[in-house]
């Protein structure tokens, strides 16, 4: 019996460790194109490839309610309703915020939480040179504002600007700028000494609610959206104008393109949230019936 036991106890050990294995050397490899999902407390890689028909090719999920190292509030309250999710540090890494309060730094390999904050409503969150990290905190009692954190020292508010029902953030390298959308603005930061901003330039935006930015394929441009519509904005020109070719539709929650010229976007279908993610040249849809979806974003863009 003795003996039976200890072979069992060795090939169980022997497939928790080629799974350990497996799981670590698919974790550094998300597939080529593959697309963020965010809604209630999770956040989901999809492969766009394996995906078949309407049915999404889920290949890895963080929830917050099982993230052991976040606290308990953190865990089962600040993040129940996600609603960013960035791919950072050539895909190791995540960005998350939450609008029940809160941001993060996960790790795609362990899933391991190696920063979180809180942050009224936040609503966007974009990583900054110098280990910084900024927050768009929208509509709250203490919020309506951009804040910029250390991510060195979690907790700690470096910088706050106050930004009414703050929306997108966006850290364009070629300019050395953080671009912010409000309610009914768009404005340029620059990054001084000792973790502050200073503000560059604003612009009113065509409509308001601002709710996306995001850049668009090339560093001289951004998507953004508001209550009535998308907009591409040229970053040399100052100007605003439709894209070209794209369903335009009302309250856009999110918006990206990738190399091949393809969109992703969510429109909600209740309230804020919707259960698809659709695309654009080509048209395609993938049906998430059991998550409240905000966002989705391609992986590497």
């Not at 390999?109 to 900054?128: G, R, T």
């Amino acid at each position: 019996m003795e003996h039976r036991n200890t072979k069992f106890r060795n090939r169980s050990a022997a497939i928790i460790c080629l799974i350990l294995i497996i799981t670590r050397a698919f974790s550094q490899t998300i597939p080529a194109k593959s697309f963020l999902v965010c809604g209630d407390s999770r956040v989901l890689i999809v492969d766009y490839t394996k995906s078949h028909d309407s049915i999404p090719e889920i290949v890895w999920i963080w929830d917050a309610h099982l993230a052991k190292d976040l606290p308990e509030d953190f865990r089962t309250k600040k993040f129940n309703t996600m609603d960013d999710c960035k791919a950072i540090s050539n895909g190791k890494q995540i960005l998350v915020s939450s609008s029940s309060g809160a941001i993060a730094i996960l790790n795609v390999a362990d899933k391991k939480v190696v920063f979180y904050a809180e942050v009224p409503n936040a609503h966007s969150i974009e990583l900054l040179p110098g280990n910084l990290l900024a927050a768009a905190s929208s509509t709250h009692v203490k919020g309506n504002k951009v804040m910029l954190f250390d991510i060195g020292k979690p907790g700690n508010v470096l910088f706050t600007d106050s930004l009414y029902s703050a929306h997108g953030l966006v850290w364009n390298e070629k300019r050395k700028s953080l671009f912010a959308l409000g309610y009914d603005v768009l404005r340029e930061y620059g990054l001084i000494s000792k973790g502050s901003l200073a503000l560059k330039a604003h612009w009113k935006i065509p409509g308001i609610g601002g709710h996306e930015l995001r850049p668009a394929v090339d560093d001289d441009h951004l998507f953004v959206t508001e209550h009535e519509g998308a907009w591409l904005f040229d970053l040399r020109a100052h100007q605003f104008k439709k894209i070209e070719g794209f369903h335009d539709a009302e309250n856009i929650k999110s918006l990206g393109k990738d190399r091949s010229g393809q969109y992703i976007f969510t429109i909600p279908e209740e309230s804020w949230w919707t259960f698809h993610v659709r695309f654009f040249q080509p048209e395609r849809s993938f049906v998430f019936p059991d998550l409240k979806v905000y966002k989705a974003r391609w992986f590497g863009k």
